[in-house]
């Protein structure tokens, strides 16, 4: 993404860059970045947080127009939990963890199912 970013900057189309790999994405020097501290997967937010994920956009926006240097880099304000522990376990997968990730993976469908029954999705 962030190459097809310096590609369309270099082009006249401004553009910024919503992620999580900060050094990867600040490394290929893309002009506006907004860096959200969470899993990789997750540039905008929590799933199913409407909310974090709007304000998102907003602060993207916000940086479209605002930003007058190249390489600008803004950090939302938002914390995937209290508890940083999650980068810890965040997607990995052993033996006494199986079960748990197994109900999260059910809810998760259920709650995808659900979205695209109602045509959000």
């Known amino acids: ?26 490394e290929c020097g893309v002009a506006r970045f907004v860096f959200n501290d969470f899993p990789l997967g997750n540039p905008f937010g929590k799933p199913y947080d409407a909310d974090m994920q709007r304000a998102t956009l907003g602060i993207a926006l916000d940086l479209l127009e605002t930003a007058r240097l190249p390489r600008t880099t803004v950090q939302t304000p938002f914390r995937w939990s ?29 709650l995808q199912a659900a979205a695209k029954g109602r045509g959000a999705g």
């Open 1 to 26: 993404m962030s190459l097809v970013s310096r590609h369309l900057e270099a082009n006249g189309i401004p553009t910024v860059v919503i992620g999580s790999a900060r050094d990867i994405v600040e």
């Open 82 to 110: 209290q508890d940083e522990s999650w980068r810890e376990v965040y997607a990995r997968v052993d033996p006494d963890r199986i079960e748990a990730l197994r109900r999260e993976g059910d809810a998760r469908r259920a």
